[in-house]
């Protein structure tokens, strides 16, 4: 909230600001009066010298010699002032570390007061934006844990959601207005696959002509691939599979570690996961057949990243995203805020930055949780722990923008979308809140303030949009699946 303290302070900055503005106006007004004086001094000199040898010359006494007389005084003022140049300062030279260490303190002390006043205006303008409070149109309610990852499947109209309750659970999207009335606000999926035995904590699908293909991951250390059925191949009042196994495919590595993210590649048949062993790979979706049940994964390339800053340890990888409009090329965001952009053919970083200053006191405070690739820029976003976002033009390889304090808590997750051919993009927070930015000016123009109730100190877990229509979805800590109207009229 806008407290007085810092408006005070925003109040403080400004008159300090203004102050230091109107002492350099007052300088630099004294310079410009000690210039002018010295060379009225020196025209009136030199006019009092010219008439003098005029007034010889008349009498025939001497001749007038050189006439260049202000030339002259100007040449005498330089030559003093180089000699006042070599005058060997002994007594400043003693005191110059006592001076520099005071010039470092203003600076220091110049940069906290700019970025309270940055802050300040910051929360100014939030303040002065019109920002439209959202509410949930549908609530999804079958999940029996946390809900950690939500998927628009568009050819079928099905919403596929992940739970820590080892359960992927297909909602059908078609007909879920006449749904929602006639089951009074409790509509169920019409199937729940089984398979996973631990927690899941990420779901993705292809665009492509495995569009009814979707792939999950979570705790066991375990990739499946799950084949969907659509509603009209599934028996709602018998057996829930008819007989019939909708895992067609189980991949894992040597080591069976949690897998934290997993994004298949928009246009080709290219997997991206990340785990907690490290390391990312690149894995080979082209040899999948729907009609084997056992579908086997192939690892094209591995990749690790050992950051120089931290003594050459190797980064913990958090996030990752192909980059859209390099479709050989993705990037990982790590736990200490370094984004790292790796090209898949030659196996190799091409570029990496860290998004944050480090915290010397938690170096994990600024970790990236979430980093997503805009369609159709060369945009990337990133949500951070410490509630920051930030927007990153990987073309040149530079920050834009860096949104302190975009939310109260931990960002969670981040989705771009576009309304009205304007360019949004949505985050989630643990605080429990959903806001929407408007990219022309990194400001909020929606805002969700209560999306999901907080549990075990998390709130809103994952985001996903549908890219035909105005709609997007979120899941909670609360089990509850929410679908919002994308209307900021």
């Known amino acids: 909230m806008y407290t007085r303290e810092t408006e005070w302070l925003f109040e403080k900055s400004q008159m300090q600001q203004r102050i230091n503005q109107l002492e350099a106006q007052l300088r630099g007004q004294e310079n410009i009066n000690n210039d002018l004086i010295k060379r009225i001094k020196m025209l009136e000199f030199s006019l009092r010298q010219e008439r003098v040898k005029y007034a010889k010359l008349a009498q025939g006494n001497s001749s007038i010699g050189n006439t260049d007389i202000i030339g002259s005084v100007l040449q005498k003022a330089n030559l003093n002032t180089n000699l006042y140049d070599k005058i060997a300062k002994r007594r400043a030279k003693a005191q110059r570390p006592l001076l ?85 606000g409790n509509p169920e999926p019409y199937i729940t696959l089984r398979g996973h035995t631990g927690p ?29 059925p659509t509603l009209n191949e599934v028996n709602q009042f018998g057996d829930t599979y008819d007989g019939k196994n909708y895992c067609i495919g189980s991949w894992q590595e040597e080591n069976t570690e949690a897998y934290w993210d997993i994004r298949h590649h928009p246009y080709s048949n290219l997997l991206l996961s990340i785990n907690a062993n490290n390391s990312v790979n690149v894995w080979s979706t082209n040899d ?22 931290i003594k050459n340890q190797q980064e913990v990888a958090t996030s990752c995203t192909w980059l859209e409009t390099q479709h050989q090329n993705f990037a990982v965001g790590y736990r200490s805020s370094v984004v790292a952009i790796f090209d898949n053919q030659t196996s190799q970083p091409i570029f990496s930055q860290a998004l944050l200053q480090a915290n010397p006191r938690n170096l994990y405070f ?41 939310h109260k808590d931990s960002i969670s997750c981040v989705k771009f979308a576009v309304y009205n051919g ?16 408007d990219l022309r000016n ?34 909670g800590a609360d089990c509850i699946i929410n679908i919002y109207e994308l209307n900021l009229n």
């Open 200 to 228: 899941l904590f990420s779901v993705t699908g292809p665009h492509n002509t495995y569009s009814k293909v979707i792939f999950t991951a979570g705790n066991e250390g375990i990739i499946r691939v799950f084949n969907l």
């Open 366 to 406: 600024n970790q990236i949780n979430s980093l997503v690739s805009h369609q159709n820029m060369s945009l990337l976003a990133a949500g951070h722990e410490n509630g920051t976002l930030s927007f990153i033009d990987y073309n040149s390889n530079k920050v834009i923008k860096t949104v302190a304090d975009a």
């Open 100 to 184: 520099l260490k005071g010039f470092e303190e203003r600076k220091q002390n110049a940069h906290n007061n700019d970025r309270l006043a940055t802050l300040a205006q910051t929360e100014l303008d939030q303040k002065n934006v019109n920002v439209k409070e959202i509410q949930p149109k549908y609530l999804l309610k079958s999940h029996l844990d946390i809900v950690r990852g939500l998927l628009f499947v568009q050819d079928i109209d099905v919403l596929a959601s992940i739970s820590e309750d080892c359960t992927v659970k297909l909602w059908n999207l078609k007909n879920l207005e006449q749904n929602y009335d006639e089951t009074e």
């Open 442 to 475: 990194h400001r909020c123009i929606g805002e969700v303030a209560r999306a999901h109730t907080r549990k075990y100190d998390e709130g809103v877990m994952c985001i996903d949009n549908h890219n035909g229509m105005p709609f997007f979805a979120s899941g």
């Open 288 to 309: 999948i057949q729907l009609d084997n049940n056992e579908n086997k994964g192939k690892i094209l390339n591995s990749f690790n990243f050992t950051d120089q800053s």
């Open 422 to 437: 304007r360019i949004n993009l949505i985050s989630g927070s643990h605080d429990g809140s959903i806001k929407i930015w």
